[in-house]
């Protein structure tokens, strides 16, 4: 079975700065996709970014940037110029083709003025 | 506007008592799948669905039901709750399983 990691549970950041979210996964497959899903607390969960595998350039939203590292299976998403608004819970999940998406267990991002 | 429907938003009921949580989707997507959210274990996916007639199961399908007679509709079935089955359920749904999927408000349950 796939498995997701997300090593900090917590992070904070001022307002500005930059801050990277680490994730791990584990897989056997070689075509698949992941992404970074973010949830105020609203509930609503909000796709942030996503990454096809065999894509080698790493994905860039606005001011949302992965680090794909697809050999050490590693998908982090850096936040530059964090805001106020940014503050929320992450998750990375992962999701081979046609098949199920596995989350991992979140990190609560807390950004400070 | 496109979306993803779920009802009801919040629900307590008791051991036992049947109950079906509705999904319908109005952007003629493939693919849904319904997700249980609870504290510090993230989301994990309970069913999901390819096609019309075609359900598969996720990593936590014990004590729940899916049926999809229809392509915009994806209900969740809980034929005997128990208090574990406590939670937040997300029905999702996109084009195809490996693209966006676009995830409902939510569904607050609680089983005393």
């Known amino acids: 079975a796939q498995t997701v990691t997300q090593s900090q549970p917590e992070m904070s950041v001022q307002e500005a700065e930059t801050v990277t979210l680490s994730c791990t996964y584990d897989?056997?497959?070689?075509?698949?996709?992941l992404f970074w899903y973010k949830q105020p607390p609203s509930r609503q969960m909000i796709l942030v970014i996503r990454q096809e595998a065999y894509k080698q350039q790493n994905a860039t939203e606005n001011r949302f940037s992965v680090n794909f590292q697809k050999a050490a299976k590693s998908f982090s998403l850096k936040i530059s110029d964090s805001q106020l608004g940014d503050a929320a819970m992450y998750f990375c999940a992962y999701s081979p083709r046609y098949s199920t998406l596995t989350f991992g267990k979140g990190t609560m991002l807390l950004v400070s003025p | 506007e496109a979306q993803v429907t779920q009802n009801p938003r919040y629900l307590i009921t008791v051991t036992g008592k049947k109950l079906t949580v509705t999904c319908s989707q109005n952007?003629?997507?493939?693919?849904m799948s319904w997700y249980r959210q609870d504290p510090g274990l993230g989301l994990r996916q309970i069913y999901y669905s390819m096609n019309v007639e075609v359900t598969d199961k996720g990593d936590v399908p014990e004590g729940y039901k899916v049926s999809r007679k229809e392509k915009r509709n994806f209900p969740l079935i809980l034929e005997s709750p128990s208090p574990n089955q406590t939670s937040l359920y997300f029905c999702a749904s996109s084009p195809q399983g490996l693209d966006e999927q676009f995830f409902g408000p939510g569904t607050r349950l609680t089983v005393l």
């Open positions: 897989t056997s497959e070689s075509d698949y996709y």
């Open positions: 952007m003629n997507h493939e693919y």
